[in-house]
């Protein structure tokens, strides 16, 4: 069964509404003028005008008496004319700042906007890679690198919307990548990327061995680990696999959501790249999907991660690099590697947990 048919079976869910019970806790001046607003979008709608982020002005250092916002400081400038929200930014409890990055969120999207999501190590960033090239016209000068491919499909990392903020300059569609979204009900355009969770797992055990720098783990004890949720591969425990792809399966029901099998995209990327582009709303030039493919081989991925290295392992962004020989972000890829690696004791236990959903996206087990 096809995912675009497994999503169109899932029940309809309701939508999540911004809290608003939280706002209590801003300054009493700041509740009166928020009065009648049925929710914190109303109140971003009061006046458009207002919600287009500010450049961060440069200078000397602001002092303390002076609430501006200095360089490094998220401009809170959209959702207040006066600034009487910059200066509580700082000391909001935790229920009120989580409203306020949301809003912030909303002012900050595009209805263009397209986010490529996916549980670690389904194939994102390839597909990112690739979408960069064939958006960039098939990227003849090679500006586009596995090191540098934030610069077109930036990142988002947990809840803060900076990243959206930052990204002011790009053309229409924008793209941004996050394994864990915070506020996926305001996406206006989702890609999710699904794959076989035994090759997720595989892959996600080695990149657990390079972040963590922990040899001792096995493979086996890893997929034990990461079935009770204990597994901290990232700066973030990731959710499982079969609750995120659930969750997206449902939503694909009732929104603009896209639904890509990694495996799909390994038999035919040229077929693949050009739907996705379809659904991007974005105009590609005659050949850039082609040359997009052809730089989108393992092979031609792993000798560049060689030369410039790849976004994941790099420190911080800059030089230093966490990958060594043997343990490249870059492996084969292939489909059914899995098999020459996960233990069987371990592949039971995946096909175990995971059954019912494997087999309605048609991942059957060797048993």
Same mark, same amino acid.
């Given at each position: 069964?096809?995912?675009?048919?497994?999503?169109?079976?899932?029940?309809?869910?309701?939508?999540?509404?911004?809290?608003?019970?939280?706002?209590?806790?801003?300054? /009493?001046?700041?509740?009166?003028?928020?009065?009648?607003?049925?929710?914190?979008?109303?109140?971003?709608? +009061?006046?458009?005008?207002?919600?287009?982020?500010?450049?961060?002005?440069?200078?000397?250092?602001?002092?303390?008496?002076?609430? *501006?916002?200095?360089?490094?400081?998220?401009?809170? !400038?959209?959702?207040?004319?006066?600034? %009487?929200?910059?200066?509580?930014?700082? +000391?909001?409890?935790?229920?009120?700042?989580?409203?306020?990055?949301? !809003?912030?969120?909303?002012? %900050?999207?595009?209805?263009?906007?397209?986010?490529?999501?996916?549980?670690?190590?389904?194939?994102?960033?390839?597909?990112?890679?690739?979408?960069?090239?064939?958006?960039?016209?098939?990227?003849?000068?090679?500006? =586009?690198?596995?090191?540098?491919?934030? $610069?077109? @499909?930036?990142?988002?990392?947990?809840?803060?919307? !900076?990243?959206?903020?930052?990204?002011?300059? #790009?053309?229409?569609?924008?793209?941004?990548?996050?394994?864990?979204? $915070?506020?996926?009900?305001?996406?206006?355009?989702?890609?999710?990327?699904?794959?076989?969770?035994?090759?997720?797992?595989?892959?996600?055990?080695?990149?657990?061995?390079? *972040?963590?720098?922990?040899?001792?783990?096995?493979?086996?004890?890893?997929?034990?680990?990461?079935? !009770?949720?204990?597994?901290?591969?990232?700066?973030? +425990?990731?959710?499982?696999?079969?609750?995120?792809?659930?969750?997206?399966?449902?939503?694909?029901?009732?929104?603009?959501?896209?639904?890509?099998?990694?495996?799909?995209?390994?038999?035919?990327?040229?077929? =693949?790249?050009?739907?996705?582009?379809?659904?991007?709303?974005?105009?590609?030039?005659?050949?850039?999907?082609? #040359? %997009?493919?052809?730089?989108?081989?393992?092979?031609?991925?792993?000798?560049?991660?060689?030369?410039?290295?790849?976004?994941?392992?790099?420190?911080?962004?800059?030089?230093?690099?966490?990958? $060594?020989?043997?343990?490249?972000?870059?492996?084969?890829?292939? @489909?059914?590697?899995?098999?020459?690696?996960?233990?069987?004791?371990?592949?039971?236990?995946?096909?175990?947990?995971?059954? /019912?959903?494997?087999?309605?996206?048609?991942?059957?087990?060797?048993?």
């Amino acid at each position: 069964m096809s995912l675009a048919r497994v999503a169109a079976r899932r029940r309809l869910g309701p939508v999540r509404r911004c809290p608003t019970s939280a706002l209590g806790a801003l300054p /009493p001046r700041r509740q009166s003028r928020m009065a009648g607003c049925a929710d914190v979008a109303s109140w971003r709608h +009061r006046d458009p005008a207002r919600s287009a982020p500010q450049p961060v002005r440069r200078g000397r250092p602001r002092s303390r008496r002076d609430p *501006r916002p200095g360089p490094g400081m998220l401009r809170w !400038t959209m959702l207040d004319e006066h600034g %009487a929200l910059r200066r509580y930014v700082r +000391r909001l409890p935790p229920p009120v700042l989580d409203v306020v990055r949301e !809003t912030a969120f909303r002012a %900050a999207i595009r209805p263009s906007d397209v986010f490529l999501v996916g549980h670690p190590k389904s194939g994102n960033t390839w597909l990112a890679y690739m979408l960069a090239i064939a958006l960039r016209g098939g990227d003849r000068e090679g500006r =586009v690198t596995m090191a540098n491919l934030k $610069t077109v @499909i930036p990142w988002i990392h947990g809840d803060h919307p !900076t990243e959206v903020l930052k990204s002011k300059s #790009l053309p229409n569609p924008r793209i941004f990548r996050q394994h864990a979204p $915070t506020y996926p009900d305001l996406y206006p355009n989702t890609i999710y990327v699904v794959r076989d969770p035994r090759s997720v797992l595989v892959s996600l055990y080695h990149h657990y061995l390079v *972040r963590s720098e922990d040899q001792r783990m096995t493979l086996g004890a890893f997929v034990d680990k990461y079935m !009770t949720d204990d597994v901290d591969a990232f700066d973030w +425990r990731p959710v499982r696999w079969d609750k995120q792809v659930s969750e997206w399966l449902e939503r694909a029901s009732r929104a603009s959501v896209f639904m890509l099998s990694y495996e799909a995209l390994h038999q035919d990327r040229v077929r =693949v790249l050009g739907r996705v582009g379809e659904f991007c709303g974005a105009t590609i030039p005659e050949g850039a999907i082609e #040359l %997009a493919a052809r730089r989108g081989r393992f092979e031609a991925m792993r000798s560049e991660e060689g030369r410039v290295g790849a976004e994941p392992y790099l420190v911080d962004f800059g030089d230093d690099y966490r990958a $060594t020989e043997g343990n490249w972000f870059v492996r084969d890829g292939r @489909i059914d590697g899995w098999k020459d690696e996960l233990p069987p004791r371990a592949r039971r236990a995946i096909e175990g947990e995971f059954r /019912p959903l494997m087999d309605e996206l048609g991942y059957r087990p060797l048993d």
